[in-house]
């Protein structure tokens, strides 16, 4: 039972973590990074090593069934690795934010190993109903965190949360009990099941709560509210760890009940029209929280293009974008906090030529929009496979080549923009700003995703989860 064991290990010692809390949220977040080491090690091995691991019995009803193959893998990797960096960067962040209100770090990192662990636990447990129940611990641990540790109105906030991610969770419940009552009852794409029938009803609910807890276009609204008045290391695990769950679900499991072809051409045109919309939204955005917020919108348009694809290439891209967005927005939205602590601000038209002012916390939030816009990090990894899947969808439909082409000029416009306008131009400040442990696990997070970008790492990360989905039996 080594993966249940690992996922459930962050929830135990959470239990620890309350009270290590009251004496020094440091105790607390190195007690919560370390409780994920052993969900990490059991991912990387099976991302990098192509190695599935399984346990349970996969007979008639196994609630303690659980799969690790390397397309869920990536994404368990991704919540282990970006869970324990930002439990490290947690500790001086949650320190200030605790002094604001007058209280302690307690709660949160009662929540944390809750949050983290349900997520990995949504991934790899291989009983529908299991994903289901994990999604649901994730998602209350979470709400504690934006009531007791958010900014502005934290109870509207909170309460707005709470709707949307059950409406979104009782959709694709709903549609899992119509698969059960089929007498599926597994993730279709962690036992190789093949397609199993078109089920109008089971695909659209299924599609339609993936598609609210990813925040695509049209019930998207929730999201900008929560990201930018969540505490800043909620903010940095929301996207995409959270929310990239939806595409996660689409492709594991609603893509094997498609009713016909035709729903994949419309699904890619809205996952563009997501896309270039999150893109222009960002732009537009003076808060850099509610701007990171909107550029998880448009980010969520390129994984949902990837599964829409519907080709081995899509899926492969989709689970590196995960990865590649999960690093780069991690990076991003600690440094929006780090700028919260020391700075007192996130207005971007109050900054500039902040390049001077910590010169390794400019390269490192580069390195997290290269990864957005698909550049010398582990992105362009995804975007080069979402390219190619895309080309071999459409083939010689050239006019459909522009409107990718938007996305892609849309993502490095918001991009550069911001850097320019945050890190670069007259300085306006003369000190310097403080090395802790929040700049380390920021810049930290960044060079893995410059490392991730190098061969072997690379090379084994693309043909593991590619081979895996050609053999997953959705396309024989």
Known sequence: MIILASVLLPMALSLLAYPLAKRSSYLAGYLSAGALIPLLALSAYV???????????????????????????????????????????????????????????????????????????????????????????????????????????????????????????????????????KGVYYVPLLIDSGPLGADSVAFLLILLGSLVKMAALGVHMWLPYVHAEAPTPLSALLSPVLVGIGGYLIAATAMYVLPEAGWTRWLVYYAIAT????????????????????????????????????????????ALLYLSHGLGKAVLFMTAGYFIMHLHTRDVEKMGGLYGWRPELAGAAVVGFLNLAGILSVGMISEITLTVSFAKYFGTEYLAYIPYAVVLLVTGIYAFNTIRVVFFGPPRREDKGPVDLALVALVVTALISLLLFLPPLSTSLVDNVYNTVVGAGLWR
């Open 47 to 181: 991302v990098f090593s192509g190695n599935p691991l399984s346990e349970g019995s996969f007979h008639t009803f196994d609630l303690l069934a659980f799969r690790i193959i390397p397309f869920n893998g990536v994404f368990i990797f991704t919540v282990a690795l970006v869970g324990a960096l930002v439990a490290l960067y947690s500790s001086p962040y949650m320190e200030h934010r605790a002094h604001e209100l007058g209280g302690d770090t307690a709660i949160f990192y009662l929540t944390y190993g809750f949050f983290v662990g349900g997520l990995a636990g949504a991934f790899a447990a291989a009983n529908l109903i299991m994903v289901y129940v994990f999604i649901e611990v994730a998602l209350i641990a979470s709400l504690f965190q934006i009531l007791y540790y958010g900014y502005g109105d934290r109870v509207r906030i909170t309460i707005m949360y709470l709707v949307w991610s059950h409406v979104g969770a009782l959709l694709v419940l709903a549609g899992f009990v119509l698969l059960y009552l």
């Open 275 to 318: 896309a270039i919309y999150g893109g222009l939204m960002a732009f537009l955005q003076k808060d850099l929280k509610r701007l990171f917020a909107y550029s998880t919108v448009s980010q969520m348009g390129y994984l949902l293009l990837g599964v829409a694809l519907f080709n081995p290439f899509g899926y492969t891209a989709a």
